[in-house]
Structures are given as structure tokens and as C-alpha cells.
């Protein structure tokens, strides 16, 4: 039972991971030991929030997807799309948590320690999401650190934007009152008017040198697409000294969505809006001095959406560089450790813990010769500023009640809405108030037993 125990938790890979690096290897895009030389100098890593595979690309047929469960296809994210068609289709990648108190820790630790899975039953202390400053639990965190710490330790350069970090804003008028909606944020975007100062503050002290604070982290009032732009920005400014920070991690949260409360952005415009800033750091990144030796990955938090027609863990994740395939399907079994694994990899860097260091490099996804072809982004086929109308105007009676109910969660805060009714109320709003909620596709199912299989899918 030992061996039995031993091969189960990989052991083999965890020793593995302690070989040293050996002399005279050719450079690879996913070395094969840590140290060893790789064809990339750069990572990029984006981090979004709360979508499974079938949600987004399961309208893709190359993939393993069920459109039926597709709302977010691809008139809503042209980008997504456009990306898993000229380099790869994951269709086999999963989230390791469930919503973003352990989500970001599996996203950039690989591991939810001990006392964070504990607190499931309430988060007595706080929810440590990493989005709020006085919601920072050091208790939640993994003793190990974080994936900017082991690049901090290791001597590589690093540049932050939104993750790990609290928004703040205010007024540029300090004599002006009320509060500040995302039409405020909207027109300063479009026109420059420059009315709301926008600004963030790192929830973990070791990320204050490295975290660009003219951008932010969670905000579903400001579009994604001004997070591109300020990133894009600071890029054009590496350009001109010919220098890029070896890790470079995003925030884009704005594919969570807020709901169909009146006056914010409808569902629909929240996820083109991330597809569209998507789509513009990838065109950017493509277009710049640094593609040649630069690897994109992305990847949701949480699955938090739930509802998938194999696994509510499953997700979307993309890997785009010169060295990715082209216009191919990988089906490899791949999890955030695996992402965190290949980035430590290719940077030289060592595994934070067991979880990491026992994890599949994505290996599968790369050529060993370059493709330096640009990636184009595409317009939005949906106005970002399309906004969810009020109450009163709906006629549809669920589709009201929804409006309504939108405007009593809390979702200017994370996760503190119930998620069955959060993802209830995106379902019809996307689907109509006619469409069967799929609960086949988000109940636990006994996959011994055909028959309970199928009473499920019944429901």
C-alpha cells in the first residue's frame, strides 16, 4: 500500500524536481529541470475570474464542448476564440479550488494550505480573496509564498498589474459628491476627461516595488479594457530601453460579470470587454520587440460559474507564443500547478511545494521551432457600455425578478453573493427565461451509475 500511497501523490515527480540542471542542454520552451536553458526570457500570466470551458468555448466542435451550455460564445468573446484556433484548444484544463478565497492561492501559490480549506464553513477572520487590504488573512496564505516571491527570490525582474491588489478612486473634484459609477469610469475611458482618480495598493507587502499602481485589480465599474491600456502603455515604454520584466502577471476580472442589476453593464458586455482587453495584450505583446522570447498564459481563478458538461472544475486556459502549436486540440489533463510548473520552468525558477513540483509541465503545447506570425485582435461585436436596463422596463416577469434580485447581491464584493442564484441569474439572462437551467451539468453525478446519470440530466 505504500508504493500505492507513493505513486498516487507522484513521488516520482517530487524527486524529480530536485535533480540538478545539466550542462550543455539545448534550449527548449519547456526545460526538462529547473536551470536548464529555455527559449523564453518572458512570461506573461493572466489571471481571470469565475468561467468554465463550456460557457466560453464549448461551441468550439474540434473540442471536447457541449454548446448547449455555451452563453458566452464566440460573438461575445471573437478574441478567445481567434486565440484557440491559431495556437491551441485546451479542452482538458481545470481550476484546483472552487471560488477566489482559494482560487487565487491555487492560481499563484499552487497550493490552499491547511487552515484556508478549514475556514470553508464561514471565513471566521476574513475572505481572503486578495482584492481588499483589510481582507488580507496572512493565516490563508501558504507558507511557501506566492509565484512572485519565488521569482523575487530567484533574481528575475517582475511587474504586477491588479493582482493581489485593492482598487482605490476617488473624485478628481474633491468638492464633488456621490458615488462613482461605471459611466464615470466609461467617459474617462473614452474621452480622457481625467474626472476619477484611479489608483491601487498592494494586499501583500512583498508585491509594493513591483505593483503598476495606475491600474487596479477589482472593480467591475472599470472596464477591463482600461486595464489593457495601462498595460499596454508601460509596454510601449520597455520597448524604448529594450528591457521586460521577466514575470509579468494581469488581473482581468471583469468576465465574472455583475449580474443584471440596472445601470451597469449587461453580462454580455462584461465578458467582450475581457475578451477585447484579452485580445489587445495579446496583439500588443505579438507586435512588440519581445515576442520572439515572451509565452502568454491565462487562465480563470475559479470555475465558480459552475455549470460544464464534464466537470465543474474545467475551464478555459490559453498558451500563446511563437513556439506554441498551431491550430491544434491538446487534450492532456492539465490543472493551474501545471501552468505555475511550466512558468517556473521556463524562468529558472524551483517549485514552490509538492503541488507544483509534482505537477504535468504543458509540454504538449509547444514546437521546438518558432512561428513569430502576429496575433490580430478583433473588434467587439457587443458596445462595451451596453447597460442593463431597470426593473420597470422589463416585461418578462423571471427577467425582472432577476434585475431586482441583481440589485440586492453584493457584488461590488467578491463571492458574497450565493452562487447558485448569481449563476441562475446569468443562465436566463443570457439564454432567456424559457431555457431549462441545466442542472444535469452542475450536480454531483454517480458516474458508475447510468441510470442516476440520466434521471439528472432529465431534471
Given at each position: 500500500?505504500?508504493q500505492?500511497?507513493?505513486?498516487?501523490?507522484?513521488?516520482?515527480?517530487?524527486?524529480?524536481?530536485?535533480?540538478?540542471?545539466?550542462?550543455?542542454?539545448?534550449?527548449?520552451?519547456?526545460?526538462?529541470?529547473?536551470?536548464?536553458?529555455?527559449?523564453?526570457?518572458?512570461?506573461?500570466?493572466?489571471?481571470?475570474?469565475?468561467?468554465?470551458?463550456?460557457?466560453?468555448?464549448?461551441?468550439?466542435?474540434?473540442?471536447?464542448?457541449?454548446?448547449?451550455?455555451?452563453?458566452?460564445?464566440?460573438?461575445?468573446?471573437?478574441?478567445?476564440?481567434?486565440?484557440?484556433?491559431?495556437?491551441?484548444?485546451l479542452?482538458?484544463?481545470?481550476?484546483?479550488?472552487?471560488?477566489?478565497?482559494?482560487?487565487h492561492?491555487?492560481?499563484?501559490?499552487?497550493?490552499?494550505?491547511e487552515?484556508?480549506?478549514r475556514?470553508?464553513?464561514?471565513?471566521?477572520?476574513?475572505?481572503?480573496?486578495?482584492?481588499?487590504?483589510n481582507?488580507?488573512?496572512?493565516?490563508?496564505?501558504?507558507s511557501?509564498?506566492?509565484?512572485?516571491?519565488?521569482?523575487?527570490?530567484?533574481?528575475k525582474?517582475?511587474?504586477?498589474?491588479?493582482e493581489?491588489?485593492e482598487?482605490?478612486?476617488?473624485?478628481?473634484?474633491?468638492?464633488?459628491?456621490?458615488?462613482?459609477?461605471?459611466?464615470?469610469?466609461?467617459?474617462?475611458?473614452?474621452?480622457?476627461?481625467?474626472?476619477?482618480?484611479?489608483?491601487?495598493?498592494?494586499?501583500?507587502?512583498?508585491?509594493?516595488?513591483?505593483?503598476c499602481?495606475?491600474?487596479?485589480?477589482?472593480?467591475?465599474?472599470?472596464?477591463?479594457?482600461?486595464?489593457?491600456?495601462?498595460?499596454?502603455?508601460?509596454?510601449?515604454?520597455?520597448?524604448?530601453?529594450?528591457?521586460?520584466?521577466?514575470?509579468?502577471?494581469?488581473?482581468?476580472?471583469?468576465?465574472?460579470?455583475?449580474?443584471?442589476?440596472?445601470?451597469?453593464?449587461?453580462?454580455?458586455?462584461?465578458?467582450?470587454?475581457?475578451?477585447?482587453?484579452?485580445?489587445?495584450?495579446?496583439?500588443?505583446?505579438?507586435?512588440?520587440s519581445?515576442?520572439?522570447?515572451?509565452?502568454?498564459?491565462?487562465?480563470?481563478?475559479?470555475?465558480?460559474?459552475?455549470?460544464?458538461?464534464?466537470?465543474?472544475?474545467?475551464t478555459?486556459?490559453?498558451?500563446?507564443?511563437?513556439?506554441?502549436?498551431?491550430?491544434?486540440?491538446?487534450?492532456?489533463q492539465?490543472?493551474?500547478?501545471?501552468?505555475?510548473?511550466?512558468m517556473?520552468?521556463?524562468?529558472?525558477?524551483?517549485?514552490?511545494?509538492?503541488m507544483?513540483?509534482?505537477?504535468?509541465?504543458?509540454?504538449?503545447?509547444?514546437?521546438?521551432?518558432?512561428?513569430?506570425?502576429?496575433?490580430?485582435?478583433?473588434?467587439?461585436?457587443?458596445l462595451?457600455?451596453?447597460?442593463?436596463?431597470?426593473?420597470?422596463?422589463?416585461?418578462?416577469?423571471?427577467?425582472?425578478?432577476?434585475?431586482?434580485?441583481?440589485?440586492?447581491?453584493?457584488?461590488?464584493?467578491?463571492?458574497q453573493c450565493?452562487?447558485?442564484?448569481?449563476?441562475?441569474?446569468?443562465?436566463?439572462?443570457?439564454?432567456?427565461?424559457?431555457?431549462?437551467?441545466?442542472?444535469?451539468?452542475?450536480?454531483?453525478?454517480?458516474?458508475?451509475?447510468?441510470?442516476?446519470?440520466?434521471?439528472?440530466?432529465?431534471?
Amino acid at each position: 500500500m505504500t508504493q500505492i500511497a507513493l505513486f498516487n501523490m507522484r513521488y516520482g515527480l517530487l524527486q524529480d524536481a530536485k535533480l540538478p540542471a545539466r550542462a550543455g542542454q539545448p534550449p527548449r520552451p519547456v526545460p526538462e529541470r529547473v536551470g536548464e536553458p529555455s527559449v523564453f526570457n518572458h512570461v506573461v500570466y493572466i489571471i481571470k475570474e469565475n468561467r468554465t470551458y463550456d460557457q466560453v468555448l464549448g461551441d468550439i466542435p474540434q473540442g471536447n464542448g457541449d454548446a448547449s451550455l455555451c452563453v458566452f460564445g464566440e460573438n461575445i468573446t471573437p478574441n478567445q476564440h481567434k486565440m484557440v484556433r491559431e495556437f491551441v484548444l485546451l479542452d482538458n484544463t481545470y481550476c484546483s479550488g472552487v471560488l477566489s478565497a482559494d482560487g487565487h492561492n491555487w492560481a499563484d501559490s499552487g497550493i490552499a494550505n491547511e487552515y484556508l480549506e478549514r475556514s470553508f464553513a464561514g471565513f471566521p477572520r476574513s475572505y481572503p480573496s486578495g482584492a481588499f487590504e483589510n481582507e488580507s488573512d496572512a493565516l490563508a496564505y501558504s507558507s511557501a509564498g506566492f509565484l512572485w516571491d519565488n521569482a523575487i527570490a530567484s533574481g528575475k525582474s517582475l511587474r504586477v498589474y491588479g493582482e493581489f491588489a485593492e482598487t482605490k478612486k476617488s473624485w478628481a473634484d474633491t468638492n464633488r459628491k456621490g458615488e462613482i459609477a461605471f459611466q464615470d469610469h466609461w467617459k474617462d475611458f473614452i474621452t480622457g476627461s481625467a474626472e476619477v482618480n484611479v489608483a491601487s495598493v498592494p494586499t501583500i507587502d512583498s508585491l509594493r516595488p513591483y505593483l503598476c499602481t495606475n491600474t487596479v485589480g477589482w472593480d467591475m465599474d472599470i472596464p477591463d479594457v482600461f486595464r489593457a491600456r495601462q498595460f499596454i502603455a508601460e509596454l510601449k515604454e520597455y520597448e524604448k530601453t529594450g528591457t521586460l520584466p521577466n514575470l509579468i502577471i494581469i488581473g482581468l476580472p471583469n468576465d465574472h460579470t455583475s449580474g443584471t442589476k440596472a445601470g451597469v453593464p449587461s453580462p454580455a458586455a462584461q465578458v467582450a470587454d475581457n475578451d477585447l482587453a484579452f485580445g489587445q495584450i495579446v496583439q500588443a505583446i505579438s507586435q512588440s520587440s519581445f515576442w520572439k522570447d515572451t509565452c502568454i498564459f491565462a487562465i480563470e481563478d475559479d470555475p465558480q460559474a459552475g455549470w460544464d458538461h464534464v466537470s465543474g472544475f474545467r475551464t478555459t486556459a490559453y498558451v500563446i507564443s511563437p513556439y506554441t502549436k498551431r491550430g491544434e486540440v491538446i487534450s492532456t489533463q492539465y490543472n493551474q500547478t501545471s501552468l505555475l510548473r511550466t512558468m517556473e520552468l521556463m524562468l529558472g525558477m524551483p517549485p514552490m511545494n509538492q503541488m507544483d513540483a509534482s505537477a504535468t509541465p504543458i509540454s504538449d503545447c509547444f514546437n521546438s521551432k518558432a512561428n513569430y506570425a502576429h496575433f490580430a485582435s478583433v473588434p467587439s461585436n457587443i458596445l462595451l457600455d451596453e447597460l442593463n436596463p431597470q426593473p420597470s422596463v422589463i416585461a418578462d416577469p423571471l427577467l425582472r425578478e432577476n434585475a431586482l434580485a441583481s440589485a440586492r447581491l453584493p457584488l461590488e464584493k467578491i463571492d458574497q453573493c450565493s452562487e447558485d442564484q448569481l449563476n441562475r441569474i446569468l443562465w436566463h439572462a443570457m439564454k432567456g427565461s424559457s431555457a431549462v437551467y441545466p442542472l444535469w451539468a452542475i450536480s454531483d453525478v454517480d458516474d458508475d451509475d447510468d441510470d442516476d446519470e440520466d434521471v439528472n440530466k432529465n431534471d
